[in-house]
């Protein structure tokens, strides 16, 4: 009764032990708030089992993680004397630029392809 008690023990401390060390990626980048944690979870459950998935997603979970905060600017606004001056108003005119283009009113409904079967 009791070695078998023991052994119950060993098994279930040894399959927790196994599968803390599988899961070892997902804990790491959890923890350390990797920005992909869904990637390395599904990279090391899926190929966890070929040592390399396993690798790779423990190396993406010790991938540096960017400082809190806004997000870095990647492109320059315009100047303020653009010529769209703003939402909701269309764009100035320059000198030396063409006329806008005008489109032609649409045909109301009774006009609409009479006669082409459409």
Known sequence: MISSLVSLVVVTGLTGMSLAVYLLPVLVGWSRGAP???AIAVIDILLGWTLLGWVLALAMAFRSVPPPGPPPRHRPLPPADASWSG??????SRPGSPPPLVLPPRPSADQEDVGHGW
């Open 36 to 38: 992909d944690i869904g």
């Open 87 to 92: 939402p909701g108003r269309p764009p100035t």
